[in-house]
C-alpha cells in the first residue's frame, strides 16, 4: 500500500524539454489532489534544462553528460529513489486531476509491480500502450496488417480498443507512465541498461511476470501523451530495429531472431514501395516513405554488425 509519498523520476532528452514545464505542473498539481507529498528527480539526459520552470516544486537534478538512453537513465536516477512507490514518466506526458488517486486505489496487493494509466494522444485518440509480447506470432500480425483489419478476431493490444475499458491483469505496459514498486524494481536490477530505448520496457514487463508479480492496467487513471508532436509520428527505425533486436536474441535463439526479422524486412520493404508510389502523386507521403527506407537499411546495419549479434 502507498504511503503519503512518491518520488517522481523524468529523463529528459532535448527535443522533450518544451513539454516539461505542463509535465511537471500537472503531475503535482495530481499529486496534491491525492493528498501525496512529491520528490522530483529529473534526469538531464545528454542536456540542459531552463531551472526557473522549477523554482517552486521540490527536486533534484542528476545531470548526464550524453544521452545514455531512457533504461540506463532511468537506472542512474533511481539510486536516488527512497519512497517504496515511484513514478516513472515521459516528459511530454500531462496528467489529469485524479490521474494519481486513481493509480494509488490500485496498490493494494504486495503482488503488482506497476500499475499504467489509461493513455490518450493530445487530439484524444488511444494511445495503445498495453504492449504484446515481440515473438513470431506478434510480429507477423503487426507486419501483415492483420491485426488492424481484423481487431475482433485477433484482439491485439496495439488495435483491440476494448481491452482498454476494464482494468485487469496484463503482461505488460509502456513505460510512458508506470506507478512502481520501488523494492520490485530493485529486486529486478531495474531496466536492462543494453537496450537505448525501444523494448526495454517490454524486457522488464517480462522478467516481472516471470518471478510472478503482477502488471494492473487501470483506465480509471488516464494521462495525456504528445508523443505524435515530439517525435513529429516518426520512430527512429535503427534504435526500434536495434531494441527489438536485442530482444529477440536475449529470450530466443538465432534462428527465430533471424526469422523474425525476415518478417519484419518483408512488411518494411513492401511499406516502402507503397508509400514510394504514393509519394508520386502526394509529395507529403514522402516522410513515411523514407522512415520505412531507413527501417529497410536499418535491419541490414543490424545484421552486419557482429559485436550487436553477441548479446
Partial sequence: MINKKLTAIITVVEKDKKYLSDCIRTLFTSCKYAKIKLQLIIIENGTIINKKILNSFNYQILHLKSNLGFGKAINEGYNYVK??????????????KNTIQSLINSSVNGQIAIIGPKIYYS????????????????IFLEQSYLYKLLPNIFKHPFAYHKLYDKTQK??????????????????LKGFDNRYFLFFDDSDFCRRIIEKKYQIIFQPKSSIIHYGHQSNSGIINGYHLLDGLFKYLSKYHSSFYTTFCFFIVYIGSLIR???????????????VKANQYKEMVHGIISIFNQTSVRRF
Fill in 170 to 187: 496484463v503482461d505488460g505496459v509502456a513505460s510512458t507512465f508506470w506507478l512502481i514498486n520501488s523494492e520490485i524494481f530493485r529486486k
Fill in 83 to 96: 519512497t517504496n512507490w515511484s513514478i516513472i514518466l515521459a516528459p511530454d506526458t500531462k496528467c489529469n
Fill in 123 to 138: 487530439d484524444g485518440s488511444l494511445d495503445f500502450s498495453i504492449l504484446p509480447e515481440p515473438n513470431l506470432w506478434n
Fill in 272 to 286: 516502402f514501395i507503397y508509400w514510394k508510389l504514393k509519394s508520386f502523386k502526394f509529395n507529403n507521403y514522402s
